[in-house]
């Protein structure tokens, strides 16, 4: 569930932490820079682990700060596949269950991956199992808040950095006194009411057999 990465980075210490040791300001500012953060096709960052390598510091002309590369290692959040989770249910949609760990929501089981055969109600958006027995077909409802343990399936990423606008470019030629600036970009569309963000790292999985506890409950 949580593996240690190395990585490469070079730390800016602003003049205003000189006065603190060098590894507490360079864990400082890894920590500000990627804790709760998702590096693409890395995992969710955590905490720090250890700084492995210190190279020299520069100041720059203009800058005032200290550039130290520095190599480390970072705890990070990353499952492998059939690795098997516990978590919470955090809400149902049409799209499935999807679950929290706590520190991570963006978890989801599609409706194929239910225990079968499952349907979602409407009325109270949730998911139930039509659980059956000898006395017939009970309705077990995924309920929000109910503990689950899921198989992970698959995994996404989505790059989520910013892009640049693309500036139109004219073939026409300027007339005379026009200026030859590009004309600047159109602004985005607004963004549709009720449009979700998309996650930059989410979990794919598929319920677990004993993984509901709703058999247990219905047995006791």
Request: aromatic share 10%; with cysteine; proline share 10%.
């Amino acid at each position: 569930m949580f593996v240690l990465v190395e990585m490469v980075d070079t730390v800016r210490i602003p003049p205003w932490d000189f006065h603190k040791q060098l590894n507490e300001a360079i864990a400082e500012e890894l920590n500000k820079k990627l804790a709760n953060k998702v590096v693409y096709n890395v995992g969710l960052c955590i905490c720090l682990y250890d700084v492995t390598k210190l190279d020299d510091s520069y100041i720059f002309p203009g800058d005032g700060a200290a550039h130290t590369k520095v190599h480390f290692r970072y705890v990070v959040f990353h499952p492998f596949l059939d690795e098997i989770l516990t978590g919470k249910i955090k809400y149902c949609s049409q799209e499935g269950v999807h679950v929290t760990m706590g520190f991570f929501d963006d978890i989801l089981i599609p409706p194929e991956s239910l225990q079968q055969p499952a349907k979602f109600d409407e009325a109270e958006q949730v998911w139930l199992w039509e659980y059956e027995t000898d006395e017939g077909a009970h309705d077990l409802y995924m309920d929000q808040g109910e503990e689950i343990r899921f198989r992970v399936t698959d995994e996404v990423f989505v790059d989520t950095s910013p892009t640049g606008p693309t500036a139109a470019q004219s073939d026409a030629p300027a007339q005379a006194g026009q200026s030859t600036a590009p004309p600047p970009p159109p602004p985005p569309p607004p963004p549709e009411e009720g449009e979700k963000k998309e996650a930059p790292y989410t979990l794919i999985g598929t319920i677990c057999e004993p993984g509901l506890g709703l058999l247990s409950w219905w047995n006791s």
